[in-house]
């Protein structure tokens, strides 16, 4: 599904541990990291799109996670001409973004690259929270910068939260 003016509405999923790590993942055969993210199917919203690819793209289902946060608005790239492609219409120049901020409820050991018939990923890792910024192909480092930008006060929320309801469950237990 491509909008009017040449974009392909998608959901990016930035997924972070306790510790504020977010994974990571390498595109199958390629030298190519990344976060999850896919297409948005006709008649299908954001949210649903975005548990959907969570699902095909690293087999967390939504009791896996905490939904903290998602981007206000749309967030954009254009492709580079050489990936346009001028034979299939409409022509797709570029992709439109919701992202949304994760935080795993469950073990690592959910994390299945492999439930797809054509899984994406062959490999992830937890890295820091800027660390994708200097890794991610550079069409796409504008909106990661614009989408970490927006979401890292909702993190440090989420993760200073957490913290506080843990001191207070352990001052209970003593």
């Known amino acids: 599904m491509i909008d009017t003016e040449g974009y392909r509405p998608n959901v990016g999923i930035i997924l972070t541990n306790q510790q504020g790590q977010l994974l990571w993942a390498k595109r199958v055969n390629q030298d190519a990291w990344q976060f999850p993210q896919g297409g948005i199917q006709r008649d299908e919203t954001p949210i649903a799109a975005m548990y959907r690819e969570l ?26 001409k ?7 219409l409409p022509i797709c120049i570029g992709q439109k973004q919701k992202w949304f901020l ?7 050991d959910r994390v299945n690259l492999s439930l797809s018939d054509k899984p994406e990923f062959d490999h992830w890792e937890w890295v820091s929270y800027w660390y994708p910024l200097s890794k991610v192909v550079n069409f796409k480092r504008k909106v990661y910068r614009q989408a970490l930008r927006e979401l890292r006060p909702r993190l440090s929320r ?17």
């Open 55 to 80: 699902e095909e793209e690293v087999g967390l289902l939504p009791e896996h996670v905490t939904v903290v946060a998602c981007t206000r608005g749309w967030l954009s790239y254009r492709l580079p």
């Open 82 to 88: 050489r990936m346009i492609r001028h034979n299939s």
């Open 102 to 108: 994760l935080a795993l409820k469950s073990s690592d």
């Open 158 to 174: 989420y993760l200073m939260n957490r913290k506080q309801a843990k001191v207070t469950l352990e001052s209970i237990k003593t």
